[in-house]
């Protein structure tokens, strides 16, 4: 088998094998199969796609090119949930104690954040002690028993995805339906979940920018993974502005908090009951939907969601006191408002600009070598469509330095106040096959 072959082959709009798809993954991973060959292949994919079969063959072919972690230890259904990524994306947090309390083990392997604010363990480590340096034991003891852990990406997990991502990123090939869903899937099928959730955003703040892109992903991911024969379900959820209130680790964190209290903001606590009546449905606790949803809501309402999330902290260490008293979370030296300038309705927030703005004041990494102030970021006081009156603060700047003059200049230019503006719809669609 050559190479050349294979790239001329789909060049000219052919299905690749099972075996050729292998092969390519195999030398490539192994080095024996050069980047310009690779490149030249991930633009033939990118002009001429890839059919629902070279799509599953492509995914499962990055899974076996590294380890796999076996959670067959761990009872019942794992379900995993991943999003595609946003600004103020905080459902993790949230959403693991949340659907763990109702029976569903929830065994999750997250990395860290490259981007507005840190990733999920980024945001966790704002708790004291918190720490996800797990062994695989200690790890699937605190899913059997307390139904909810979080360690870090261990491993030799899909080394064939990290090296075509980052040939990708210099090639013009990021934005390749199956690349892009292969990418994704490969890294949750590896992890070992039975069934994984998808939350796939659209909107400024997405790496999808249409509801079209985004639902093309959505249905490559979910056939992906029922073809393999993981259990799969997306939603398409809005990302036009920032999910919630808070951009920014601690600030996240409180948010959270509020939110398993059953005093969070609107947005993010839809979102959280979307996505968790799926998992909970997945994971064989309730036959509905509807039912999922009312038992969520019951586990905020009697309190096990938040002494889930206690429970949780406490067993990686963290000091679940900060449940009952988030000033203990590392806090910021300046409040500073950022007024309107004129009397209206917001309209528009440019919610990926937004998030740099809140990166400006170290919130977030611009290069995977920086270091995050978990203290800092924006906390927004109005959302699309409310009203606000001049001088009246949009967004709290929280802050380590006192002059934010360019963090405010950010926010100015990415938010609009109009004579009128409507709430844009969060939840888009629901994807099940």
């Known amino acids: 088998m050559r190479m050349v072959d294979i790239i001329e082959k789909k060049r000219e709009g052919g299905e690749l094998t099972t075996e050729e798809i292998k092969f390519f993954i195999e030398g490539y991973t192994k080095g024996s199969i050069p980047d310009y060959q690779a490149s030249a292949l991930a633009m033939a994919i990118y002009f001429q796609d890839m059919t629902d079969r070279e799509r599953a063959d492509l995914t499962m072919a990055m899974v076996h090119s590294g ?20 600004v103020g994306d905080t459902t993790t947090l949230v959403l693991a104690p949340m659907v763990a309390s109702l029976g569903v083990p929830v065994a999750k392997m997250s990395g860290r954040g490259l981007g507005h604010t840190g990733g999920t363990i980024d945001k966790l480590e704002s708790v004291k002690g918190f720490h996800v340096e797990l062994t695989k034991e200690q790890f699937i003891d605190f899913v059997n028993n307390s139904k909810v852990a979080v360690m870090g990406q261990t491993g030799n997990l899909t080394p064939a995805d990290k090296k075509l991502y980052a040939l990708r990123d210099v090639t013009g090939t990021v934005n390749s339906i199956p690349l892009i869903a292969s990418s994704i899937m490969s890294k949750k099928i590896a992890a070992g979940a039975d069934a994984i959730v998808l939350d796939v955003k659209t909107g400024a703040g997405a790496f999808m920018k249409t509801e079209e892109d985004s639902e093309k992903l959505a249905h490559a991911m979910v056939k992906i993974g029922n073809n393999v ?60 939907l509807e039912e999922a949803r009312e038992k969520l809501l019951e586990a905020i309402k009697n309190g096990k969601a938040l002494e889930k999330f206690k429970e949780f902290l ?16 590392p806090q910021a030296k300046y409040k500073i408002p950022v007024p ?20 400006l004041l170290g919130a977030g990494r611009a290069t995977k070598e920086d270091k995050i102030d978990l203290a800092v970021g924006i906390v927004l006081n109005k959302k699309v469509g409310d009203k606000a009156e001049k001088g009246e603060s949009l967004m709290t700047i929280y802050s380590d330095r006192e002059d934010v003059e360019d963090v405010k200049a950010k926010i100015y230019e990415n938010i609009t106040i109009s004579s009128h503006a409507e709430k844009p719809v969060l939840i888009h669609k629901i994807i099940t096959e």
Do not use: C
Request: aromatic letters at 2%; charged letters at 25%.
């Open 340 to 359: 309107a300038k004129e009397s209206g309705y917001v309209s528009n927030m440019v919610a990926d600009q937004i998030g740099i703005a809140a990166m």
């Open 229 to 288: 024969g993981r259990k799969t379900m997306a939603i398409i959820s809005d990302m036009s502005q920032p999910l919630g209130f808070a951009i920014g680790n601690a600030l996240e964190v409180k948010e959270a908090i509020d939110t398993l209290r059953g005093e969070g903001p609107e947005d993010l606590t839809e979102l959280v009951l979307t996505l968790g009546s799926q998992m909970v449905v997945l994971g064989k606790k309730a036959k509905t």
């Open 67 to 86: 380890e796999t972690i076996d959670l067959s230890a761990i009872d019942g259904v794992k379900v995993d949930k991943h999003s595609t990524g946003g």
């Open 314 to 329: 406490k067993n990686q260490g963290g000091d679940p006191s900060v449940v009952d008293n988030p000033e203990k979370l």
